[in-house]
Structures are given as C-alpha cells and as structure tokens.
C-alpha cells in the first residue's frame, strides 16, 4: 500500500546531541511537510518542500533543518536538541494545491516520538 | 491570513448516540478545501471527510457528516451512531486553493465516547 513511513517510531537523544529523523513516501508526492506536535496540541508547521523548492515557516528556530535528497525522502535535523524540543514529529504529503479534480489533503506518517534527556 | 477556530476543547457522547464537533474558519478566499481529520490516542492522522468550497451539497462518508455553511464560514463535523473507536482528537482544518498555500490547523476537540 502506498504510505508514509517515519523511522525511527521513537527517539531518545540528549540534550545538545544533534538528531536526524527521516520520512519516506511512496505515494510520488510532490510536498512534503515536516510538523511539530506537542501534547493534545494542534500540528505545529515547521518547513514544506514543493519538489526541492524548500519553505521555511518563519518561527521556526534555526536549530531545525531539513533535507530532501529526492522525491521519496525527506530528514529531519534537529542540531542542538532543548527540553523543549521534546515532541512528536510528525511528516506529511501532499498533492500540488493547484491539481485539477483532487482534494489534495495531506497523508501523514505515524510520527516520531522525540524524547531529550 | 487564514485561521480556523474549533471552540469545544473537549466533547463527550454516548456510545451509539450523535455529536456534532464545531469548527469555524476564516479567510478572504473563495476557493479552498476543508478537512476533517482524526488522531487516536498514540496512533496516526488520518483524514475523516472532506469537502471543496464550491460543492454545496455537504460531505457524507458512512456515519460521518458535514454542515458547511459557506457564507457563515462554518465547517461542523456530526458522527452519528458513535462508536468506542471514534474516541481520538479531531482537527479541522483548511487549505487555499492557490499554489503554496499550507494547511491551517484548528486546536482540536478531544472527543470521548462513554460506553
């Protein structure tokens, strides 16, 4: 079945170690999101990819960047992981907006749950 | 810029009885999207109904429905026959038509079903 797959489920890293989460797609989409979602909160948006054009949502802080070596793979690099970066991650797809007859809604991955000790 | 309001934190209903999660929007756009989406407690997203701003006939997939009042900017979700299973968070959220438009989320209603 055609998915989104984050690896790894769950992550323990500490505090000021950098990490890498990563997120594969093989519905052929071509934006990927990458969200931040804290506990009984709404997805927090912290950059897209539309192809390899990348869109950095203005909040979010430096410590976080992202790559996107081809269509199917997008990573996430968190480089000096805080307490307050303890948080589920969440990678999305989509359509192009503009498509004609598509809904274009988002596919999500299951998450990556990012313990800092 | 866009924003969606869900105004009920919290929900709860009676297994087999019906609810309705409210959601309103706003936004100076005439062509978007609107979505209703479902979180289980530590389990994945996943996308409960849709709807696209220029169908006036409202949503409907199996017990899942929508009221979408356009000119009102209102977006509610109704579960009919309520099940154990359809316990989890729900957002609402919208997207813009338009190229590079990203999805605005509501805060979410957490939704319990008591057996």
């Known amino acids: 079945d055609a998915m989104v797959i984050q690896n790894p489920r769950y992550q323990v890293t500490q505090f000021g170690k950098p990490v890498t989460l990563s997120c594969s797609q093989t519905l052929n989409h071509n934006v990927m999101y990458w969200y931040q979602q804290k506990s009984s909160q709404a997805p927090k948006l912290l950059f897209h990819y539309y192809d390899k054009d990348f869109n950095n949502e203005a909040d979010t802080p430096d410590n976080f960047q992202s790559r996107r070596p081809n269509t199917s793979f997008c990573f996430l690099d968190i480089r000096s992981p805080g307490l307050g970066d303890a948080a589920m991650y969440l990678c999305?797809?989509?359509?192009?907006?503009?498509?004609?007859?598509?809904?274009?809604?988002?596919?999500f991955g299951p998450g990556t749950r990012l313990t800092v000790l | 810029a866009q924003t969606v309001t869900q105004s009920q934190p919290e929900m709860s209903v009676q297994e087999a009885e019906t609810v309705t999660l409210s959601c309103t929007y706003d936004t100076s756009e005439s062509d978007y999207y609107l979505f209703w989406y479902k979180q289980p407690p530590s389990r994945q997203m996943i996308l409960v109904i849709r709807?696209?701003?220029?169908?006036?006939q409202n949503a409907t997939e199996n017990r899942f429905s929508v009221n979408f009042q356009k000119a009102a900017k209102s977006f509610s979700l109704k579960i009919s026959d309520s099940q154990l299973g359809d316990a989890a968070m729900y957002f609402c959220a919208y997207r813009a038509r338009n190229y590079g438009q990203n999805f605005v989320f509501g805060p979410g209603t957490r939704l319990s079903v008591l057996p």
């Open positions: 999305a797809t989509s359509r192009d907006p503009g498509g004609v007859h598509s809904y274009n809604e988002q596919f």
């Open positions: 709807q696209e701003a220029y169908k006036q």
